[in-house]
Structures are given as structure tokens and as C-alpha cells.
């Protein structure tokens, strides 16, 4: 049976008129790696810093292992937090750093023996790789650097719980995503629960062993990456992870016309809904197959279009296809093994049943 670490029951919090979380309920396993993720203002560093007890709920129970925390300051939660702003001290060594945590223990525990707090220390910068660095100060050290060493001050303390704010956000590309890779297997050899806020879609399915994906306070879905991506639960999910074509249509014998197109999804997606109900249809971009000849009219699950541009984004090669009603449909598909189109050449898309969700017509 899975152990849950952090439990939310109808959380809660307002600023002023503005609600930033709103009776939320969530679950995180122990040892999981739990991402938050949205865009700016949904509330989940607002969640992250309730957890974290640097925010107080308005309203509901919040409880870490099994006990309450509503009330109880930071330094007596079994968490730690890595900021985006790293926050080390410069006076001080990469060493004298990491040893800063355990010797600022929490209310109630001992402190280590100095040999203890060596070897803690030397464990630590071991796991993020930081070994050589320990006498550096934090001036000397490179973002990235600076970043493992945020990380083993967190984790020197063996917290239940590490909570990360947006930590990768201040890297650039290349070491963002060399960070997301140490990040997941430090995850694993520590077995701590960690939950992670980010903004960043790829961030959050690369690392993740479940996502949350938040809007205006509100969970939108909790799943896997693979459920999150694949079987995507609202419009805003489908449209916030991946790049989607969406169309309003409507269902007429178990098929949605829209203007010149007809989506044919797997029939299960349209149960429920009666003919002449109005519903919102996503096609992921990669789902869409441009081919060289015009295929033929009033086939589901085509359309047919002007070549409008092509781009070139490294492993996958995207295009444009303008249809005469004027939507733009977009096609991404791997480099290796596209094929060479023309510009203002007339082309045909077409994509699978699977491939098509139904979504309520007024889903944003």
C-alpha cells in the first residue's frame, strides 16, 4: 500500500478579492516526485508555500505524515524548500553552506556531532556531485553550480518533503535540461517526496511521476505524464500541454462537422452526447499527417489546404496548412523522416480516430 506524505482537504486561500486556491483536495505519495503544474497566477507556488508553511490556509486541513500543520511554522515541518533564487550565503564555503541547514535543526531535534555534520555534509555534496567545489565560495560557482548547491542544503536535512520553486527557471537551455535529469535521479537514490512547481510543460512530463495541472485555483487533472499527455481530461489541459488544432463543431450521426471538416473520434468519445450538440474537438500536431496529393472531399478526418510555411525545429519539422475556410491546421512531424513539400503547394492532412477529443463546446 502506498503511504501519503502530504494530504490537502479542501484547501483554501484568498488575497483580497482574488482567490488564489480554491478547495483543493490532493494526495501525495511518499517518495514521489509530484509536479504543479500551470501558468502564471493558477496558484501553485501559492500551494507549494502553504505546504511549506510560509502561507496559512484560509480554510481546510493540511496534514504532513498524518498529523496536522495548520499553524505550525516552517522550521517545525518536516519540509525544506529550494527557492528560484538560490539564496546562498556568500561569506561563506559550498561546505559551510550545506552545514548551515543541519546546524539550524528544528525545534525538538539534536544536533549532529561535528563528526556527524562532516560526513552529512560530505554525503551531500557527493549526491549533486559538488565534492571538489566544498571550499569555493558561491560567487566562484556557475548558476548551475549554485543550483546542486541549494539542492544539498535541502537535502542534507533528510526532510520528508522538498518542495522546489521554479529552481531550473533562471538556467538556460542546455543545462535546464541536463538539471531535470540529475534532478529525477537524486529524486531516486534520496527517496524523498519531492514537489515541484513549474510553468514549463516539457519540465513537468520529463521528470514527473504524476503531474497537477492548475487553472485559476482549480485542478484540472492529476495523471502520469503519459495520462496527462495522451488522454488529456479538459480543453485547457489539451491545450496547455502539447500544441493542439482545436474546432467547434457539431455531433451529427456519430461523427462533428465543422464548416468543411469532419471529425470521426472513436465512438466512445461521443457517448452521451445527441446529435446537434455543439462540442469543441483537439487534434494534436503531431497526430496530423501532411501528404503531397489533396485527399478526397467529405473524408472524415481530412481536410485539404495550402502549404502555408514550413519550419524546421530540430527533431521535428512543423507546417502550416491554410484550409479555404480560413483555419489554420498545424502538422508536426519527426525530421527523419519527413518529406520534402512545397510552399503554396495544395496538400491534404489527415489524422486517426484516437487522435480526436470531444471536449464541451464552451471549454476554454
Not at 501519503?4 to 511518499?30: H, Q
Not at 490556509?57 to 496534514?63: I, K, N, R, T, V
Not at 537514490?189 to 520529463?206: N, P, R, W, Y
Request: proline content about 5%; overall charge negative; charged content about 20%.
Amino acid at each position: 500500500m502506498t503511504t501519503t506524505t502530504v494530504s490537502l482537504r479542501g484547501i483554501s486561500k484568498a488575497y483580497g478579492t482574488v482567490t488564489a486556491v480554491d478547495g483543493l483536495d490532493l494526495d501525495i505519495a511518499e517518495g514521489e516526485f509530484l509536479s504543479l503544474l500551470g501558468p502564471s497566477g493558477c496558484g501553485k507556488t501559492t500551494l507549494l508555500r502553504m505546504i511549506g508553511g510560509f502561507e496559512e490556509p484560509d480554510a481546510g486541513e493540511l496534514l504532513l505524515s498524518g498529523e496536522s500543520v495548520v499553524g505550525v511554522p516552517p522550521n517545525r515541518r518536516a519540509v525544506n524548500t529550494v527557492f528560484q533564487a538560490y539564496a546562498l550565503f556568500p561569506h561563506m564555503t559550498v561546505a559551510q553552506n550545506v552545514a548551515y541547514g543541519l546546524r539550524q535543526r528544528r525545534q525538538g531535534q539534536p544536533r549532529p556531532s561535528r563528526a556527524e555534520l562532516a560526513e552529512r555534509v560530505r554525503e551531500a555534496l557527493a549526491l549533486v556531485r559538488m565534492s571538489e567545489y566544498a571550499d569555493r565560495r558561491p560567487k566562484k560557482l556557475s548558476g548551475g553550480q549554485q543550483q546542486r548547491v541549494a539542492l544539498a542544503r535541502a537535502i542534507v536535512n533528510r526532510p520528508d518533503v522538498l518542495l522546489l520553486d521554479e529552481p531550473l527557471s533562471a538556467l538556460d537551455r542546455n543545462l535546464r535540461e541536463q538539471m531535470q535529469v540529475e534532478l529525477k535521479l537524486i529524486q531516486r537514490q534520496v527517496g524523498i517526496t519531492f514537489v515541484f512547481v513549474t510553468h514549463d510543460q516539457a519540465e513537468a512530463l520529463s521528470m514527473s511521476d504524476r503531474i497537477v495541472v492548475m487553472n485559476a485555483g482549480h485542478i484540472e487533472q492529476v495523471g502520469t505524464p503519459q495520462e496527462v499527455y495522451g488522454s488529456p481530461a479538459t480543453a485547457f489541459v489539451a491545450g496547455f500541454i502539447g500544441t493542439q488544432n482545436f474546432a467547434d463543431g457539431i455531433v451529427k450521426d456519430r461523427v462533428v462537422v465543422a464548416d468543411e471538416v469532419t471529425y470521426a473520434p472513436e465512438l466512445s468519445a461521443l457517448d452521451g452526447l445527441e446529435d446537434g450538440r455543439t462540442v469543441r474537438v483537439a487534434v494534436r500536431a503531431e497526430a496530423v499527417t501532411v501528404v503531397a496529393e489533396p485527399l478526397p472531399v467529405g473524408t472524415a478526418n481530412t481536410a485539404v489546404g495550402t502549404l502555408a510555411g514550413t519550419a524546421f525545429l530540430g527533431d521535428v519539422v512543423q507546417h502550416v496548412v491554410l484550409c479555404e475556410d480560413g483555419r489554420e491546421i498545424l502538422a508536426r512531424t519527426a525530421a527523419a523522416g519527413a518529406q520534402p513539400l512545397a510552399t503554396g503547394a495544395l496538400v491534404g492532412v489527415t489524422w486517426a480516430p484516437e487522435s480526436v477529443h470531444v471536449y464541451p463546446a464552451d471549454a476554454s
